[in-house]
């Protein structure tokens, strides 16, 4: 696929910003788990935290392949900076652009574009994660209010949001069709954080608990119609998947970068350990431009509106498995080194395992898919 000049200019943008701003503070991310306020705030500046959102609503104007461009690159230097941006944009604004009434697009869709406000996906409760139509949270309705109660946990980017895309049972009878979305506000009293996990990899990207406590809503928070709301996150996710699936390609890309910068002038010579690598290096190579060529080919899908939920999965599925098969196989052709922090590929072998579990397990989309190639 051959990008567009805007598409390039966006891309060699987004790389040098990566390199010259994000990776300088990556060491200080994984010290203290510290949330990087000031490089999602220059970000916002720039309006990446809004890239797909048209102008009119305060939004950079681009297209979904510009924007799986920019987590793809930002993603080479830090993956938690690129899931930052990837759950603000694919499973928080993105919905409201496309469910939201004019009000709320008025009230929220310009504070998230420009950065001023970020946002976050509240799905996931203890006892529903693959199985989301299993959440307990629940909102009842009182006169022309709704009152929610329930627990969140594992929410990217928790802590650090304004704005909350939330989840709740409003008819228990109904199940999957008696779940509705909400958006909630960081200030709505009645929700607070919870426990701040401390993860294996992304440190400074936060995970949070939430709790929602007699949290009252006005129905003008409602976000599309009543029971709409297991129908709004299938239909978000499949943009997710393909924002994390550019996520692992970022993690691969990056983790043989480290091992061409080891072994790339070493291919030649003729020891049996050389010849060795340089097979690994080429099946390495082959595995992250297949990956490349399925997440941009479900980000070309999502673009033209055409149904990509086999194909989000596949490069979704694809990519993570390629990012912890090549970011393993730096930390092992690296050797002692690379089990040190200051060698990288740690980190990247760290960040790399998340993305076969989150926004579907791998398992849940070799489901998808082969439900998929079976109805066709």
Known sequence: MRLTSEQQQLRDEVRRFAREEISPCVTLMEKDERFPYQLVKKMGDKGWLGIPIPTRWGGFGGDFISYIIAIHEISKASAAVGVILSVHSSVCTLPILHYGTKEQHE????????????????????????????????????GQDYVLNGTKLFITNAGAAQLYLTFAVTDPSEGAKGITAFLVESSFHGLSIGNKERKMGLHGSNTCELVYEDLKLDQTQRLGAEGQGFAIAKGSLDGGRIGIAAQALGIAQAALEL???????????????????QRELTELTAIAEAAKLLVYRAAYMRQEGIRCTKESSMAKLYA???????????????????????????RLFRDAKVTQIYEGTNEIHRIVISGQLLRS
């Open 107 to 142: 009230s929220y869709l310009n504070r998230l574009a420009s950065g001023s406000w970020l946002g976050a996906f509240a799905l996931t409760e203890p006892q529903a994660g693959s199985d989301a139509a299993a959440i307990r949270t629940k909102a009842v309705r009182d």
């Open 259 to 277: 091992i061409m910068q080891r072994f790339g002038g070493k291919v030649r010579l003729r020891s049996a350990a050389a010849q060795q690598n």
């Open 320 to 346: 993570s498995d390629a990012a912890v098969r090549i970011a393993g196989a730096a930390v092992k052709m690296l050797g002692m080194e690379g089990c040190l922090e200051t060698a990288g590929a740690e």
